[in-house]
């Protein structure tokens, strides 16, 4: 079993910067392949960025390409989401997830999840 805390949310402004952390506990972490959500006011939760167990394969929502970066530390059991120019529709609560299936986009594909963060970017 995975526990998983994110943490790094908060308010910036348009065109500034955040990273996101997502700190998991448990030996088996370095096993999953992990993903980043989120969900806004009203909207259904949706794939951010994921990223295998080795960290060697990374994969994007068209809305993040360019401007999101994920990456892991299996030393530190730790996933990490930078965040680049940032937009008023990237305001959301920011979620990690893990999950056994590489190249996951579904949510319901995601066995653990993390309590969320939340990302204000203001115009």
């Known amino acids: 079993q995975v526990q998983l805390v994110e943490s790094g949310g908060g308010l910036v402004q348009a065109g500034g910067s955040l990273r996101l952390s997502c700190a998991a506990s448990g030996r088996t972490f370095s096993s999953y392949n992990m993903g980043w959500f989120r969900q806004a006011p009203g909207k259904e939760r949706e794939f951010v960025a994921g990223i295998s167990w080795s960290g060697a394969s990374a994969y994007y929502a068209d809305s993040v390409k360019g401007r999101f970066s994920i990456s892991r530390d299996n030393a530190k059991n730790t996933v990490y989401l930078?965040?680049?120019?940032?937009?008023?529709?990237?305001?959301?609560?920011?979620?990690?997830?893990?999950?056994?299936?590489?190249?996951?986009?579904?949510?319901?594909?995601?066995?653990?999840?993390?309590?969320?963060?939340?990302?204000?970017?203001?115009s």
């Open 82 to 122: 930078p965040m680049n120019s940032l937009k008023p529709e990237d305001t959301a609560v920011y979620y990690c997830a893990a999950s056994s299936h590489i190249w996951a986009t579904s949510r319901t594909l995601y066995d653990y999840w993390g309590q969320g963060t939340q990302v204000t970017v203001s």
